[in-house]
Nanobody, 122 residues
Framework: QVQLVESGGGLVQAGGSLRLSCAASGPTFSRYAMGWFRQAPGKEREFVAAIHWSGGSSKYADSVKGRFTISRDNAKNTVYLQMNSLKPEDTAVYYC???????????????WGQGTQVTVSS
């Protein structure tokens, strides 16, 4: 069982930056691939980024490629999402998730956090 708690969301102006953190409980964090997803009002949850359990590879949605960076620190049981050059369309609730596969589909993830709100003003 893995419990995930996101933090770091908030209100930022367009062009600004935020760093989201996702702290995981349990001794098996390093065995899981980790993903970030987001859901804007009235829209479906969408993939943002994912990272291999080792941290050796990552994937990004085209909409965030070059602006967002996912990373992890297995010693701290934490995964991060550094978000730069934020746009109003990045406004959403951001969720972290743990799964056995570094995948873009939400169905591959078994554990989810409660989400953190990111609002980007124009």
């Amino acid at each position: 069982q893995v419990q995930l708690v996101e933090s770091g969301g908030g209100l930022v102006q367009a062009g600004g930056s935020l760093r989201l953190s996702c702290a995981a409980s349990g001794p098996t964090f390093s065995r899981y691939a980790m993903g970030w997803f987001r859901q804007a009002p009235g829209k479906e949850r969408e993939f943002v980024a994912a990272i291999h359990w080792s941290g050796g590879s990552s994937k990004y949605a085209d909409s965030v490629k070059g602006r967002f960076t996912i990373s992890r620190d297995n010693a701290k049981n934490t995964v991060y999402l550094q978000m730069n050059s934020l746009k109003p369309e990045d406004t959403a609730v951001y969720y972290c998730a743990a799964g056995s596969v570094q995948a873009m589909g939400a169905l591959w993830y078994d554990y989810w956090g409660q989400g953190t709100q990111v609002t980007v003003s124009s």
